[in-house]
Each structure stands twice: as C-alpha cells, then as structure tokens.
C-alpha cells in the first residue's frame, strides 16, 4: 500500500520531463524499495547542483563560475553564435563536434498562447553582445515549427544595426539514413528548400 509520503514523491518526480505516472512510480519504488542506498547520494547531489549550477551571464549555457567552460575555451571563435532555444539543443550540438563557435541560449521560443513573449526570452543580453562587436555570425539553430520561426522572424527584426552581423539558419531536412516515404510534409519542404547543387 502506497503512503502518502511516497505519493507526494511519485507527484514532484512525475512533474518532471519526460515521465508519466508509471515512469516517476517505477524511480520512486527503485528509490525507497529496491536500492535505497543511493537515496541520500542522490539528494546531496541535487542539493550540491541547487547551489553550484546557475546560468553563464553571457550565453546563458550552464555554468559553475560567472561565464561558462564553453565561454571561457580560448580555442572557440567567438564572433560566431549558435542561438539556440534550450541547454539541451546546445548539448546535442556539442555531441555532434561539428561546431567550434560560442553559444546563445535562450530558454524558450516566442509562444502567445503559452504566454512567453520577448521579455521571457534570453534576448537582451544577446543584443548586447551584438552591440558591444562581439558577434560577426548568428547561426539561429531554433525548432523548425510555427514558434521557431516567430522567434527567428523577431531576432533578425530586432537585432541591432550596426555592426552589421550575418545572419543564417540551420537547414532542416530528411534524417541521415531517413526515406522520403516516411518523412512528413513539414520535414519534405525543409528538404527541397534547404537542396544544394550536386556536383
């Protein structure tokens, strides 16, 4: 019989991403049943993070210190930024090594129905950056979906003038190993727009 101590476990784990009722049910029972052991490592952990982990004040990336390791590697070319919408956008580019640039995070995308409007975003501090000569190239890595483009459309509206930066966008298309049988008409027309010459 489940205890409410254990329901109100099983609630706060359920509200996080990713996990429904029987995902934060099977971590809560692993947690206090099966290996309860790890239990107080994992709190002083969380504790530990809750402390130490705060946002980079220039790229709003995860840090530990004022800016973050990826700010602060004298090997990145930072005139070039990847704006992306999350931390884990940024980590999945990071994984691929295929980029060498400086990072922009802005913690959301523009949604008037979930009520997110510029001032929600991590914008100010991008223009900012733009103004002070920092950035020659924006590489705008945003979701290929209705607010993504709202939020791309704001940014080159609302950037600074001066100095004149380049702007571009990721291209979106069909998966590495991916059909066109299977793709949707959204993925398709990211495709054929996104076509290069063949040579």
């Known amino acids: 019989m ?11 784990l359920k509200q996080l991403p990713g996990l429904g009722y029987r995902s934060s049910e099977r971590i809560a029972l692993h947690l206090l049943v099966e290996k309860p052991a790890r239990l107080p490592a994992l709190v002083t952990a969380l ?5 130490a982990v ?4 220039r790229c709003g990336n995860l840090a530990e210190a004022e ?18 919408e999350q931390v ?10 295929a980029y060498r640039g400086t990072y922009h995070v802005l913690h959301g995308k ?13 914008f100010e501090s991008l223009r900012h950056r733009i103004a002070a000569g ?8 945003l979701p290929n979906d209705v607010e993504g483009e709202a939020t791309c459309h704001f940014m080159t509206e609302h950037l600074p ?6 702007v571009s966008r990721i291209g979106f298309g069909l998966p590495s190993g991916g059909g066109v049988l299977y793709a949707d008409s959204v993925t398709l027309k990211s495709a054929l727009e996104a076509r290069r010459n063949y040579s």
Not at 2 to 12: D, G, I
Not at 54 to 57: E, F, G, L
Not at 88 to 97: K, M, T
Not at 161 to 166: I, L, Q, R
């Open 2 to 12: 489940k205890t409410s101590a254990f329901e109100r476990l099983q609630q706060h």
């Open 47 to 51: 504790e530990e993070a809750a402390r």
């Open 54 to 57: 705060r946002r980079c004040s």
């Open 67 to 84: 800016i973050c390791d990826i700010c602060s590697d004298p090997k990145r070319d930072t005139r070039i930024v990847c704006v992306v």
């Open 88 to 97: 884990p956008d940024l980590v999945a580019i990071e994984r691929s090594g």
């Open 110 to 122: 523009l949604s008037p129905i979930h009520g997110v409007s510029p001032a929600d975003l991590n």
């Open 134 to 141: 920092e950035i020659t190239e924006l590489i705008l890595a």
């Open 161 to 166: 003038k001066e100095p004149a930066v380049a």
